[in-house]
Structures are given as C-alpha cells and as structure tokens.
C-alpha cells in the first residue's frame, strides 16, 4: 500500500543563548498540543527554502534571507495516513522579533531541555543532531 508522501520544510531557529525555537500545534489540528519546529508544507511550485521563508513570515514574523538557512538533517516517518519527509535547517540569523502570529505557544528552549517538550514522533531522532550541533546545555 502506498501511502501519500507530505513534504515539509521546517526549522530550528538558534536564538544567541543557543536555545531552539518550537511552537505548540493549535488545538483541532491533527497532533494538537505538541511541540515542533516551525514550518509547513511545501506548495507546488515552491521550493522547500522559499517555503520556509514564507512560513517564518506568516507564523513567526521574521525575514530571513536564504543563505542563512543551513541544513542540519531530515526526518522522513511513517505516520498512520501519511509518510512525512522533512528536511530541517538551522537558522541563527534573522531581521525581526519571533512573534506569535497564528496564536501559537512559542518557547525558547536550551537543546538538553527538548526532550521535556511532547513532540511529534517523526522529531524525536532530531534532537541528537541539535544536541550535537549546539550542546547539551539545559539552563
Ligand atoms: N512544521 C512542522 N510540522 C511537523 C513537524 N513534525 C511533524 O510531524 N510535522 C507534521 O508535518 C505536517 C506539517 O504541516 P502543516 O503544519 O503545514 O500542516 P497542518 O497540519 O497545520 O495543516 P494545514 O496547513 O493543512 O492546516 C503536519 O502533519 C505536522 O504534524 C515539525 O517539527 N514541524
């Protein structure tokens, strides 16, 4: 059986303390009340950088210019009605202040400190290649 393929793009945004940006999905959405890296589905004919780009303007309210996304790994799971892929950059610079647009929760989090926030299933084997990359710091 062949399952239908999402494409997302997603980000981890490392503010100057080194703690990573996750936003709480919303209430009535699928996966509700768990903490992921923002993003979203990449649209036809978008490329996965421009959609990035995008969704950090519409969620968060920030500008960021290409060069500045750096990819760090991806996720590619079986979900029940969907097999999602996700590529995950790391992105340190941005023009703006991290606002809550869509009535999100937004926490800055230290990366030893990621595992105390529910996740999708697809994020956990993220979290080593963050922990890797910035630390194992927790305050
Ligand atoms: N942005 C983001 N999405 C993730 C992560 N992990 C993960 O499994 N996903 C899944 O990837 C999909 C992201 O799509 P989305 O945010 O654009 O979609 P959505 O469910 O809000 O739906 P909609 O935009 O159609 O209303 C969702 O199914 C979401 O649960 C993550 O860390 N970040």
Do not use: N
Not at 41 to 66: A, D, F, M, N, Y
Not at 73 to 90: G, I, K
């Amino acid at each position: 059986m062949s399952l239908k393929l999402v494409f997302v793009a997603a980000c981890a945004l490392v503010d100057p303390d080194g703690r990573v940006l996750l936003a709480q999905r919303p209430e009535g959405k699928p996966m509700a009340g768990l903490w992921e890296f923002p993003g979203g589905k990449v649209e036809p004919g978008e490329r996965p950088e421009e959609t990035l780009i995008r969704e950090l303007r519409e969620e968060l309210g920030i500008r960021v210019e290409e060069p500045c996304l750096a990819p760090l790994t991806f996720a590619s799971h079986r979900y029940e009605t969907f097999q999602l892929f996700m590529p995950l950059w790391v992105c340190r610079r941005w023009e703006g202040t991290v606002q809550s647009l869509e009535g999100q929760q937004l926490a800055w989090v230290k990366p030893g400190r990621l595992r105390d926030y529910p996740m999708p299933a697809a994020d956990e084997p993220l979290i080593p290649f963050l922990t890797e990359l910035l630390g194992e710091a927790r305050d």
